[in-house]
């Protein structure tokens, strides 16, 4: 079983609209849990962080976390074509985001 | 554009050679995490080194192996190379005063092996 899963898509959403991007992890004991974009040829850049259980908001993002269904998920409001990356899901079982767990990251298309 | 550098950009080696690929922290930051990225694959956490010592290991075999320096720049050593090692090499650093969610990865090293 992967630590990490992810939907590797591709989704695709027309702009504007809202795209939803899931994970599920398996460490029940898992503290922090992160999102990060990857542009094609590009190194990963951080999106959002969350600890707590509840929704996090971000200017246009927002992350959510469920630690009993061990699922967390990413929501981009009034999406833009510059959104359009590889969304990756990672996990870590202590506090920060050192020593990450990735899943394998879901792509994403803005169709204009 | 983050402090993190990475050198080369790009590399060719044939299996069975060494490589040793290098990262520059961003000022101010003590900590280097190196991943493995394989095509169509998330980072794979390889190992950290905190103050020139090593901080954890992923499930990397010992021929992948590393120094950090006391400038807290880093290197990856990879010994006896494998088709399967043809990936992007991703150093990350953190541990400055933004708190333990600051961390910033470099642009990478793609590496081929022939």
Redesign the interface.
Known sequence: QKE?EQN?GPLSVPEGAIASLNCTYSDRGSQ?FFWYRQYSG?????IM?IYSNGDKEDGRFTAQLNKASQYVSLLIRDSQPSDSATY?C?VNPN???????????TRLTIIP | ETGVTQSPTHLIKTRGQQVTLRCSSQSGHNTVSWYQQALGQGPQFIFQYYREEENGRGNFPPRFSGLQFPNYSSELNVNALELDDSALYLCASSGGAGGIYEQYFGPGTRLTVT
Request: charged share 20%.
């Open positions: 990490v590797s922090s590009k190194s990963p850049e951080l962080f990756l990672a506090f920060g985001n050192e020593k990450l767990t990735f899943g394998t990251g």
